[in-house]
């Protein structure tokens, strides 16, 4: 089927390359001479019918821009079946033919639903900072968070070695090790605590010990957030009352979700918004881009809709070698 109109959405928390993906899908449709509608606020905005119409010039000026100009939310009502086909009485009332969704696994939860429930053409693209989302190497936004991550425990490490101190330095990642991992190999930090892994306070200790045995200034330990952001201050908290050693904290938080989109970001979600539309002129859906074996094609969305950890716990090690 030749679509005559299409619509899409940000959905979740946002990246930084939203808006690339936004602009590609916009212009490649126009390309097609296919109408497009971007919706605010995801599914939330849906629901309440907030919709503009794209043009080539509504998405000129925001290919650096982090963020997201559609806006995005988390909309609760979507888990259930009747807002569910609301939605899809609210675009067909529209003339929304299909719907591109650039978000991360739950956003492509309520998009398999609306595949499934009513046969309504949708198409994903990953867009999360945290690299999380099953069978795709990467996603949106990871490669801008972990640079700015990078850029940011750079000026700790200035401070902490003119202060030989200790410092533990969270990194987002709820569920996800990719940002943690990458951020301490390539910051040269001690160690890499990740999300879910039981602390072993002792062998943190004797770690940081022997660096300062053989004359080390400063000690970073990244700390993934893991379920509830401001795990590092527990730490900290054990490091003082057991082993009596003093760290600082520094939770980098949303600083880390903003910012304008690294070249690595720019190009593949160009490529992705591009092959989203491609796809849907193609009768290829429901599917996802994504990226494998380095090149960006399409997968199936029900292999997309669970979280994947790309935990390369073998960083880890290399994090702890290198630092030794
Ligand atoms: P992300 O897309 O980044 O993983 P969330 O998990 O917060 O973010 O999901 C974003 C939104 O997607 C939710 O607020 C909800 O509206 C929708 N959603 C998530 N899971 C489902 C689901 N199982 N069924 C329908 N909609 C879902
Ligand atoms: O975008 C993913 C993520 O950054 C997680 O790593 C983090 O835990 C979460 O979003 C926090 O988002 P919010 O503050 O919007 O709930």
């Known amino acids: 089927m030749k679509f005559s109109h299409i619509a899409l959405l940000c959905s979740g928390g946002d990246s930084p390359g939203m808006n690339c993906a936004i602009r590609a899908v916009v212009r490649t449709a126009i390309y097609h001479g296919i109408q497009v509608t971007g919706i605010k606020r995801g599914y939330a905005g849906l629901l309440r019918g907030e919709f503009q119409n794209m043009s080539l010039s509504s998405v000129g000026n925001i290919i650096q821009r982090g963020g ?3 806006q995005t ?18 675009l067909k009332a529209q003339g929304i033919e299909a ?19 009513h046969q309504f053409p949708v198409i994903g693209i990953p867009g999360t900072i945290d690299n999380d989302i099953s069978n795709t190497e990467y996603t949106i936004g990871f490669d801008t968070a972990v640079q ?10 200035d401070t902490a070695h003119s ?20 951020v301490g190999v390539c910051t040269g930090a ?42 590092s201050y527990e730490i900290q908290q054990v490091l003082k009352d057991m082993y009596h050693m003093d760290t600082h904290v ?16 720019r190009f ?9 539309v491609e796809a849907l002129i193609a009768g290829d859906y429901p599917k996802v881009t994504v990226v494998q074996n380095g090149k960006v094609l399409l997968n199936d969305l029900a292999n997309c809709t669970t979280k994947s950890d790309h935990n390369f716990s073998e960083y880890q090690k290399l994090a702890q070698t290198l630092s030794i």
């Open 190 to 231: 001690e160690n890499v605590l990740l999300p879910h892994e039981k602390v072993n306070h002792q062998k943190l200790v004797d770690d940081i010990q022997r660096g300062i045995a053989r004359g080390k200034d400063s000690s970073i330990i990244i700390v993934a957030e893991g379920p509830v952001a401001g795990r």
């Open 99 to 117: 719907l591109v969704v650039i978000g991360g696994d739950g956003s492509f939860n309520g998009a398999k639903a609306l595949w499934d429930e």
């Open 250 to 265: 520094v939770i980098l938080g949303h600083i880390q979700r903003g910012g304008s989109p690294s070249s690595n970001d």
């Open 148 to 157: 700015t991550a990078i850029e940011a425990v750079d000026r700790i490490r």
């Open 68 to 70: 997201t100009i559609l």
């Open 268 to 276: 593949i979600s160009s490529q992705m918004g591009n092959m989203a």
């Open 73 to 90: 939310s988390r909309c609760p009502e979507f888990m259930k079946e009747t807002f569910r086909k609301k939605a899809v009485d609210i």
């Open 163 to 182: 202060h030989a101190r200790t410092f533990l330095v969270e990194v987002m990642g709820r569920n996800s090790s990719a940002i943690a991992l990458k």
